[in-house]
Nanobody, 129 residues
Framework: QLQLVESGGGLVQPGGSLRLSCAAS????????IGWFRQAPGKEREGVSC????????NYADSVKGRFTISRDSAKNTVYLRMNSLKPEDTAVYYC??????????????????????WGQGTQVTVSS
């Protein structure tokens, strides 16, 4: 089973930045499309961003477009989510996930939770003064 671990969350003031990391244990992430999701209290888990297996295609939720950037570093077997200009509305637990259908997601990725099978445990991001 592909195991994912998120890190990089924490407390930050509005307007600040954080970089989240998604690392895999034992398995390479190179073949998998990776998505970042978040869930705030009382809210459904929503897609934030995703990156295709090849890294050639990315998607962003409208609420974060222009502020967040997803990337991957094959050498470190890690996918990142750089979050700039953070707002209180960004407060949530952030999860990364891998899409098992790697043959069809080399050049595209999904923003819906149902496309993903392997999930990390999440990292808390709190944006507050």
């Amino acid at each position: 089973q592909l195991q994912l671990v998120e890190s990089g969350g924490g407390l930050v003031q509005p307007g600040g930045s954080l970089r989240l990391s998604c690392a895999a244990s034992e398995f390479t992430l190179d073949y998998y499309a990776i998505g970042w999701f978040r869930q705030a209290p009382g809210k459904e888990r929503e897609g934030v961003s995703c990156i295709s297996g090849s890294g050639s295609s990315t998607n962003y939720a409208d609420s974060v477009k222009g502020r967040f950037t997803i990337s991957r570093d094959s050498a470190k077997n890690t996918v990142y989510l750089r979050m700039n200009s953070l707002k209180p509305e960004d407060t949530a637990v952030y999860y990364c996930a891998a899409d098992p259908n790697w043959t069809t997601t080399q050049y595209m990725c999904h923003m819906g939770t149902r496309s993903y099978e392997y999930w990390g445990q999440g990292t808390q991001v709190t944006v507050s003064s």
